[in-house]
C-alpha cells in the first residue's frame, strides 16, 4: 500500500487525530463518504448518458447510409 508499513500508517493516523480532535473525524468521514457517493452516481450517469448518445449516433448513421442499390435505383429512376 504505497509503500507504507503499519507503523507509517498508524502515526499518519496518530497525527490526523491530534489536529482535528476525535470529535470531528466522523463528520470530516461523513463528507467524505458523501462526496464519494456523488461522485459515483454523477460517473454512473455520465456512463448511462453517454451509452444514449452512442445508441442514438449509431441510429443516426444506420438511417443516413446509402446502399448501392438505392444510387442504382435513384439514377434509374431519373433518366
Known amino acids: 500500500?504505497?509503500?507504507?508499513?503499519?507503523?507509517?500508517?498508524?502515526?499518519?493516523?496518530?497525527?490526523?487525530?491530534?489536529?482535528?480532535?476525535?470529535k470531528r473525524l466522523p463528520l470530516i468521514g461523513e463528507g467524505l463518504g458523501g462526496m464519494i457517493t456523488n461522485f459515483k452516481s454523477a460517473t454512473k450517469k455520465n456512463k448511462e448518458d453517454q451509452s444514449k448518445i452512442d445508441e442514438n449516433t449509431t441510429?443516426?448513421?444506420?438511417?443516413s447510409t446509402v446502399s448501392k442499390e438505392d444510387v442504382i435505383v435513384s439514377k434509374e429512376g431519373n433518366s
Open 1 to 22: 500500500m504505497f509503500g507504507l508499513g503499519i507503523w507509517e500508517l498508524l502515526i499518519i493516523l496518530a497525527i490526523i487525530v491530534v489536529l482535528f480532535g476525535a
Open 59 to 63: 441510429v443516426i448513421k444506420e438511417d
